[in-house]
């Protein structure tokens, strides 16, 4: 089965204009007629730069997760966003916040000798349960707080507050992240960086930036306790400039790591 926008009837339910009851039965519609065919649409506009219209009148998408792995895809077919996985929602004004707690330490569930493990996600669900996948408008701005787990976001363009503790990262396809910390980790930021003013701070763990074609960024690096490479292959830099320069990268490292790499101007 598909998974179902919910962003219309979540509007309604927090509008008030529709109780419980009624949102559980729309939900249950939508699931059936998830797979019926669909008329094509209009190609939608592109509102990827600040100022451009929100989706369903959210701007944010904020996600927390303890002990998750957790994916978040940029879908333009989707009007808002949709989730597979154990999760909470709730809607604060203009932002969607999804909350999902995992488990600390090994989860059986679900496996025996009959049905053993049969696939590394397999084996990484007994770690870190079942893996919480969410799809977005990519005109929308993603905040994430993941402590003990793992998050990876491919094709949302501007990430806002993003935190990781204890875990691994990788954000692909970025064109801003306005702050971003991560704690004990390992992290992967990759893409055009190009619009705004971008904020990446890592604390004892390593850190690398790629530049992919079409950045337009200066880089300013702070080490303490630490180091930072560039792409020249120095470590005395304290600023670098890739395409015009128009957008800021800062780039502090605290007892760690840091590698920026550029991919063609």
Do not use: C
């Amino acid at each position: 089965m598909s998974n179902v926008d919910l962003g219309p009837i979540l509007d309604d339910l927090a509008a008030g204009r529709i109780d419980a009851q009624e949102a559980s039965r729309r939900i249950d519609a939508a699931k059936r007629a998830a797979d019926a065919p669909q008329a094509p649409k209009e190609p939608p506009a592109d509102t990827t730069r600040k100022g451009g219209p929100k989706s369903g009148g959210l701007s944010r998408i904020s996600v927390t997760s303890v002990g998750r792995r957790v994916r978040i895809e940029g879908d333009q077919s989707v009007s808002t966003l949709t989730i597979d996985g154990p999760h909470v929602l709730r809607r604060v004004g203009t932002v969607m916040e999804v909350n999902s707690t995992g488990e600390i330490g090994p989860n059986f569930g679900g496996f025996s000798l009959i049905r053993p493990p049969r696939s590394w996600d397999d084996i990484r669900d007994i770690g870190l349960g079942k893996e919480l996948v969410i799809r977005v408008n990519p005109n929308l701005i993603v905040d994430a707080e993941v402590t003990t787990g793992g998050l990876r976001t491919v094709g949302v363009p501007r990430l806002g507050r993003i935190r990781v503790t204890a875990g691994g990262s990788t954000l692909e396809d970025v064109e801003e992240v306005e702050d971003l910390l991560s704690q004990a980790g390992g992290i992967s930021v990759e893409g055009p960086i190009s619009v705004g003013r971008s904020r990446l701070k890592v604390e004892s763990g390593t850190l690398t930036v790629t530049l992919s074609k079409g950045a337009n960024v200066t880089i300013r690096g702070e080490a303490k306790l630490g180091r930072i490479s560039w792409p020249d292959g120095g470590d005395k830099v304290d600023e670098y400039v890739v395409g015009n320069g128009s957008a800021r990268l800062d780039v502090a490292v605290v007892m760690g790591m840091a590698t920026i790499k550029s991919e063609g101007e």
